[in-house]
């Protein structure tokens, strides 16, 4: 049966509810509330301050130290093509063959002149020795014993004469021989075997050296000012008199793992692009299995230390949070509780460690791990770990 809305129904029905509820067994005490939660543990770093190099970054590109077109000195047919294209070379190495025979003719032509000039400057000096004998004795004109002279003094002349020929014959004869002028990477073989070669006009094949490696890159004109500010505070050294240790990173290194030095520096700015050319010196030794780091043409990314090292504090960057616009981290104060912090991020050293410029000192103590289940003012329990281990 339906219950009746009216009021007197209404009232009947409470009364009702309020007898059950004072019968024995039925009654309630004091609602209890949920245990106290414990304190949330969450890992801990203690801040350090330690010193960083300030530094600008710039892109340039690998090149080869030295950079040589091959050309024959001397004219002739190629014989023989005696390298592998692309493949690594040493100095002296043999790269072409051009057809000595006819250079080895004209040498054997040379030594034979030298051979008649020695024999006849030996008949001329035997002449003299005569001629001395025959002016004593007064049966020789003075006017014949000059002519005898001449001659004599002709004929020594004409061996140094001819010996200077054989040499150039010699180096016409070596010249056959196009040899590496340097150690590096060849390239491919321009001209094939068979072909006339012309004397330094035809280019036979380039080598680049690629130890030590050269990286050009440009810097602005702000900081060339700035470095320049730096040299006369004596916070910088020169680059034209002194070795500046630059660091290079390729495509996929980690940090920038190559060491070098700037070993030039442009006399000018560049009107056009408000830019200096710079140029930096890297060892690229070749290793165990004929590869090596470096290869010309390569993007590189170069850092240029500006001034001696300051010191700073790095965090993890795990432990940087975000308001809108505003940094935070948090802090755990003495009483284990959670206090956020606004900073001022500064640049990230090593691709891990960021710089905080402000907010932080050391000793403080941040939370980097566990930053999801925390709320500023809550209790928690820290649990002390390294920074070094955090940025992992």
Excluded: W
């Excluded at 051009?98 to 034979?112: H, M, V």
């Excluded at 916070?235 to 070795?243: G, L, M, P, V």
């Excluded at 290079?248 to 520096?265: D, Q």
């Excluded at 700015?269 to 200096?276: E, L, R």
């Amino acid at each position: 049966m339906a219950l009746s809305s009216r009021p007197g129904n209404v009232a009947i029905l409470l009364a009702g509810f309020a007898l059950f509820a004072s019968l024995p067994g039925c009654s309630r005490g004091p609602a209890a509330g949920p245990p106290a939660a414990p304190p949330l543990t969450v890992s801990v770093a203690t801040v350090a301050e330690r010193e960083f190099q300030d530094f600008d970054e710039f892109t340039g590109r690998a090149e080869g130290s030295e950079f040589v077109e091959i050309r024959a000195r001397v004219s002739g047919y190629l014989d023989k093509v005696a390298f592998k294209p692309g493949s690594f070379i040493k100095k002296d190495d043999l790269l072409f063959q051009i057809d000595p025979r006819p250079y080895q003719a004209i040498l054997e032509q040379a030594e034979a002149q030298v051979a008649q000039a020695k024999a006849r400057d030996q008949r001329l000096r035997a002449d003299l020795e005569r001629a001395k004998l025959l002016l004593a004795k007064k049966t020789y004109t003075q006017e014949e014993f000059d002519k005898v002279v001449g001659e004599a003094a002709e004929a020594s002349s004409g061996i140094l004469a001819a010996e200077a020929v054989v040499k150039q014959a010699r180096l016409n004869l070596e010249f056959t021989q196009i040899k590496a002028p340097v150690s590096g990477i060849v390239s491919r073989d321009l001209v094939n075997a068979g072909n006339l070669i012309s004397a330094d006009e035809t280019l036979l094949t380039t080598i680049a050296k690629y130890d030590p490696m050269f990286v050009y890159y440009d810097i602005d004109e702000r900081v060339v000012l700035k470095i320049l500010d730096m040299i006369r505070e004596g916070t910088f050294k020169s680059a034209r008199e002194n070795r500046v240790p630059i660091t290079m990173a390729l495509g996929n290194s980690k940090g920038f793992p190559f060491e070098g030095f700037v070993n030039f520096v442009d006399n000018r700015i560049d009107p056009t692009t408000g830019t200096m050319r710079i140029r930096g010196e890297f060892a690229n030794p070749l290793e165990e299995n004929h590869s090596m780091a470096i290869a010309p043409g390569m993007f590189c990314r170069v850092r240029l230390p500006l001034g001696p090292p300051t010191k700073a504090v790095a965090i993890s960057q795990r432990a940087v949070m975000s308001d809108q616009d505003r940094k935070l981290v948090f802090v755990v104060n003495d009483k284990n509780e959670v206090e956020p912090r606004p900073v001022t991020l500064g640049r990230i050293e090593d691709d891990k460690l960021q710089i905080v410029t402000a907010g932080l000192k050391a000793g403080d103590r941040i939370i980097v791990g566990g930053l999801m289940r925390v709320r500023p003012g809550a209790k928690v329990e820290p649990k002390p770990v390294e920074m070094s281990i955090a940025v992992k």
